[in-house]
């Protein structure tokens, strides 16, 4: 199966320059060309776009306000942002449209990599309504108390950066947007930010009031009160989890950012689940096939969708561009895929999960093994 791939960008050199580099992609992508976002929408109407990557400062209609129309009338085409334009304005804007935003100059082999990526982990994810259900999603559940935690707590004057980030990463989806936007190549990080607080630092308190006040993310369930005990309960095991995997590898990985990368990939190992609420009859018809077949959520899924939270999650942490250690630790948790004696956040995440769901502390697990253990095979046990 060839994709079709839409470049639009009002600079007739670097046109050229993409036509040249993509030219080794033929047999796997269709490439298509527009100066402004005019013309790309006339290519859109006449094919099927699978992504389109755009300028964001174009004369006339702006990539931002482009995209915006893409999202309501294609939305199956994941969006990108390729810019040279540092307007943090502009830039939260595309978080409302796009998936991810690279910066100019870019390096041929880093978009074609970052499509390939998102072209690949969509194949793996083997249900259209879903894929278009996750490629569409620009706004996630948050737990309503925490939202309005924070909300209130931007509303002061004098506001604590340590306060924000430890809120922040209280909470499962919000922790995923913030990084999904520190992580984006406006900001020109030279490596990736997986610790909400340092996510903070970076972003700076006006945009995180500007993201929070203006985009609004997160849904609150106000009108839908039966499922604020699931997404409760949500929480609560994804803190678990998080909690769990910190103990776990604690002194064992010698390094701090990876002791991170293990946390927030067990807060975000059920992000799946967030997604899938937003598909209609998802919420009953799982928990009627659970009652009536004595099947885990996950079985269950699986049997009605043919896909399961884990890979739904994976796709959308991999449409917006966050580390591979962390998509791949939300992709297998419920996979027994590693080696007794690898110690990362994919084997970890898999583990806490297990404990967690056997109501397993691992701090009381660690007392009782004495930490003398430095493999996961006791978790057999």
Same mark, same amino acid.
């Given at each position: 199966?060839?994709?079709n791939?839409?470049?639009v960008?009002?600079?007739?050199?670097?046109?050229?320059?993409?036509?040249?580099?993509?030219?080794?992609?033929r047999?796997?992508?269709?490439?298509?060309?527009a100066?402004?976002g005019?013309?790309?929408l006339?290519?859109?109407?006449e094919?099927?776009?699978?992504?389109?990557?755009?300028?964001?400062?174009?004369?006339?209609?702006?990539?931002?306000?482009f995209?915006?129309?893409?999202?309501?009338?294609?939305p199956?085409?994941?969006?990108i942002?390729l810019?040279?334009?540092?307007?943090?304005?502009?830039?939260?804007?595309?978080?409302?449209?796009?998936?991810?935003? *690279?910066?100019k100059?870019?390096?041929?082999?880093v978009?074609?990599?970052?499509i390939?990526?998102? *072209?690949?982990?969509?194949?793996e994810?083997?249900?259209e309504?879903?894929q278009d259900?996750?490629?569409?999603i620009?706004?996630?559940?948050?737990?309503?108390?925490?939202?309005?935690?924070?909300?209130?707590?931007?509303?002061?004057?004098?506001?604590?950066?340590n306060d924000?980030?430890?809120?922040?990463?209280q909470d499962?989806?919000?922790?995923?947007?913030?990084l999904?936007?520190?992580?984006?190549?406006?900001?020109?990080?030279?490596?990736?930010?997986?610790?909400?607080?340092q996510a903070?630092?970076?972003?700076?308190?006006n945009?995180?009031?500007?993201l929070? *006040?203006?985009?609004?993310?997160f849904?609150?369930?106000?009108?839908?009160?039966?499922l604020?005990?699931?997404?409760n309960?949500?929480?609560?095991?994804?803190?678990l989890?998080?909690?769990?995997?910190?103990? *776990?590898?604690?002194?064992k990985?010698?390094?701090?950012?990876?002791e991170?990368?293990v946390?927030v990939?067990?807060?975000?190992?059920?992000i799946?689940k967030i997604?899938?609420?937003?598909?209609?009859?998802y919420?009953e018809?799982?928990?009627?096939?659970v009652?009536?077949?004595?099947?885990?959520?996950?079985?269950?899924?699986?049997?009605l969708?043919?896909t399961?939270h884990?890979e739904v999650?994976?796709?959308?942490l991999?449409?917006?561009?966050?580390?591979?250690?962390i998509?791949?630790?939300?992709m297998?948790?419920?996979?027994?895929?590693?080696?007794?004696y690898?110690?990362?956040?994919k084997?970890t995440?898999?583990?806490a999960?297990?404990l967690t769901h056997?109501n397993?502390?691992?701090?009381d697990l660690?007392?009782?093994?004495?930490k003398?253990?430095?493999?996961?095979s006791?978790?057999?046990?």
């Amino acid at each position: 199966m060839k994709f079709n791939i839409l470049f639009v960008d009002d600079n007739p050199n670097l046109i050229k320059g993409l036509k040249r580099i993509l030219f080794t992609k033929r047999k796997e992508w269709d490439c298509f060309f527009a100066e402004n976002g005019n013309k790309a929408l006339e290519i859109m109407n006449e094919y099927e776009i699978n992504v389109v990557i755009s300028d964001m400062k174009m004369p006339g209609m702006d990539g931002a306000q482009f995209l915006k129309i893409v999202k309501e009338k294609y939305p199956k085409a994941i969006r990108i942002i390729l810019s040279g334009h540092a307007d943090k304005d502009m830039s939260l804007r595309s978080t409302q449209v796009a998936h991810q935003y *690279l910066a100019k100059p870019c390096e041929s082999q880093v978009l074609i990599s970052t499509i390939n990526k998102i *072209l690949k982990s969509r194949e793996e994810l083997d249900n259209e309504k879903i894929q278009d259900l996750v490629t569409g999603i620009s706004e996630l559940p948050s737990m309503p108390d925490l939202y309005f935690k924070l909300e209130k707590l931007l509303s002061l004057e004098d506001i604590s950066i340590n306060d924000v980030g430890n809120i922040i990463s209280q909470d499962v989806t919000m922790t995923a947007k913030m990084l999904q936007m520190v992580n984006t190549a406006f900001f020109g990080l030279p490596t990736k930010i997986n610790n909400p607080i340092q996510a903070v630092n970076y972003l700076g308190i006006n945009v995180i009031k500007s993201l929070v *006040l203006c985009i609004q993310i997160f849904d609150r369930y106000e009108n839908k009160p039966h499922l604020k005990p699931y997404i409760n309960n949500l929480w609560y095991h994804s803190m678990l989890v998080a909690s769990n995997c910190r103990e *776990l590898v604690r002194g064992k990985l010698k390094d701090k950012a990876a002791e991170e990368d293990v946390y927030v990939a067990g807060l975000l190992h059920d992000i799946g689940k967030i997604i899938l609420l937003k598909s209609p009859g998802y919420f009953e018809d799982i928990n009627k096939l659970v009652e009536k077949e004595k099947l885990s959520v996950f079985e269950a899924e699986k049997k009605l969708l043919g896909t399961g939270h884990d890979e739904v999650g994976a796709y959308l942490l991999r449409l917006w561009g966050l580390q591979e250690e962390i998509v791949n630790a939300v992709m297998n948790h419920h996979i027994y895929n590693f080696n007794n004696y690898e110690i990362n956040a994919k084997s970890t995440v898999f583990i806490a999960n297990k404990l967690t769901h056997l109501n397993i502390n691992s701090t009381d697990l660690c007392k009782e093994k004495n930490k003398n253990f430095n493999d996961f095979s006791w978790y057999k046990e």
